[in-house]
């Protein structure tokens, strides 16, 4: 594996931070548990997309693309990023947003990732809920090719061979960290949803015969299906960095107990970590993703499948703003 050799342009600050969280430990009881910063790679207040946009936006470029389209819910963190990625590259960027949670609250449909998009000068169409938005995605975008527009789509989480390629380099950042900080790590959890995260993740480890289990905190399919999607793309992200093969279905896990009703609506477990990390270790986790991740590493350590004496990483994959998209679901005025 030669992850050099494809086009990148740097859009994060890397290596982002792995650091201890000795009170969250001391507070649940089981492993020592590490958290891997990913909600720090700069861009537009971060989040795991800005690693796969290196390669993405690389490509971009080399294709001569004027325009970048991509998709996602509305609180989209990917389309946040892209938008921020584009604008610092001087590039257009469109983006459909999908109505998924059905919720009308103004700060969901106005604040958050949805300001940010809008401040990095995107422009925004929306969609109801239930399409194929890739689909929808595509046929704009010929739309746009038909008027002598150059554009280059993106789909939904920057989850292809190419953004996955983000994820390896953060497998290779992560097992370099773990030797120079002498860290012998026992497990890595993260938020999966497109699966572009845990496929790079996976066959990163597994090119590097690394040997630490990965599981992945589903955040919308039921556990088959979100399987699949990730071994799909882990066996393209492996030809393409050529190491065919090198991922074995066994090897990719995924966690889907702690979706709750389902994408982007928070389960009590999903506001219960959101305290927790906030109090203990004064880490901003997000409603969509990051926070149904650690509900998952929470219970887990809780029911002792983690146990003392372990030590696991806890991949932090940022969406924070999207705390400001979701003011409806703390009782912010009853806990004043
Ligand atoms: C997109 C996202 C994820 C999931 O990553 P995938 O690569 O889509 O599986 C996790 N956390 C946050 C904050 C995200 O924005």
């Keep these: 594996m030669n992850l050099a050799r494809f086009p990148r342009i740097r859009l994060?600050?890397?290596?982002?931070?792995?650091?201890?969280?000795?009170?969250?430990?001391?507070?649940?009881?089981?492993?020592?548990?590490?958290?891997?910063?990913d909600d720090c790679t700069g861009l537009s207040t971060g989040g795991n997309k800005t690693r796969k946009l290196e390669f993405l936006m690389a490509e971009a470029v080399e294709q001569g693309a004027d325009i970048v389209l991509t998709q996602g819910a509305t609180q989209s963190n990917h389309?946040?990023?892209?938008?921020?990625?584009?604008?610092?590259?001087?590039?257009?960027?469109?983006?459909?947003?999908?109505?998924?949670?059905?919720?009308?609250?103004?700060?969901?449909?106005?604040?958050?990732?949805?300001?940010?998009d809008v401040l990095h000068g995107a422009s925004v169409e929306h969609r109801g809920p239930g399409l194929d938005m890739n689909a929808e995605?595509?046929?704009?975008?010929?739309?746009?090719?038909?008027?002598?527009?150059?554009?280059?789509?993106?789909?939904?989480?920057?989850?292809?061979?190419?953004?996955?390629?983000?994820?390896?380099n953060c497998a290779l950042e992560m097992m370099g960290q773990f030797v120079t900080q002498g860290l012998a790590v026992d497990h890595i959890v993260h938020a999966t949803g497109s699966a572009g995260t845990q496929a790079g993740l996976i066959t990163g480890l597994k090119a590097m015969n690394a040997q630490i289990p990965l599981l992945g905190i589903g955040v919308r399919a039921p556990k088959p299906k979100q399987e699949e999607n990730v071994y799909a793309l882990a066996v393209k992200t492996a030809e393409k960095l050529g190491c065919p093969g090198v991922v074995e279905r066994a090897d990719v896990v995924a966690n889907t107990d702690?979706?709750?009703?389902?994408?982007?609506?928070?389960a009590d477990s999903?506001?219960?970590?959101?305290?927790?990390?906030?109090?203990?270790?004064?880490?901003?986790?997000?409603?969509?993703?990051?926070?149904?991740?650690?509900?998952?590493?929470?219970?887990?350590?809780?029911?002792?499948?983690?146990?003392?004496?372990?030590?696991?990483?806890?991949?932090?994959?940022?969406?924070?703003?999207?705390?400001?998209?979701?003011?409806?679901?703390?009782?912010?005025?009853?806990?004043?």
Aim: aromatic share 8%; with cysteine; hydrophobic share 40%.
């Design 258 to 266: 702690y979706v709750g009703e389902g994408y982007g609506i928070p």
């Design 79 to 116: 389309a946040r990023q892209t938008a921020a990625a584009a604008a610092k590259l001087g590039m257009d960027c469109h983006i459909l947003l999908e109505d998924r949670t059905g919720y009308n609250h103004e700060n969901y449909k106005y604040n958050g990732n949805v300001l940010l």
């Design 12 to 37: 994060a600050h890397l290596p982002t931070p792995l650091e201890p969280m000795p009170r969250l430990s001391k507070a649940l009881g089981g492993p020592d548990i590490w958290i891997k910063r």
């Design 137 to 168: 995605m595509e046929t704009v975008a010929d739309a746009m090719r038909a008027k002598g527009r150059n554009a280059y789509t993106i789909p939904g989480g920057g989850s292809n061979a190419t953004g996955a390629l983000g994820y390896v």
């Design 270 to 336: 999903t506001l219960e970590a959101i305290d927790i990390f906030a109090r203990t270790e004064a880490i901003l986790l997000d409603p969509v993703y990051s926070a149904k991740g650690a509900a998952g590493l929470i219970d887990l350590i809780r029911k002792g499948h983690f146990k003392q004496g372990e030590t696991v990483v806890f991949l932090h994959t940022g969406g924070a703003i999207g705390l400001t998209g979701y003011s409806h679901s703390f009782d912010v005025a009853g806990r004043i």
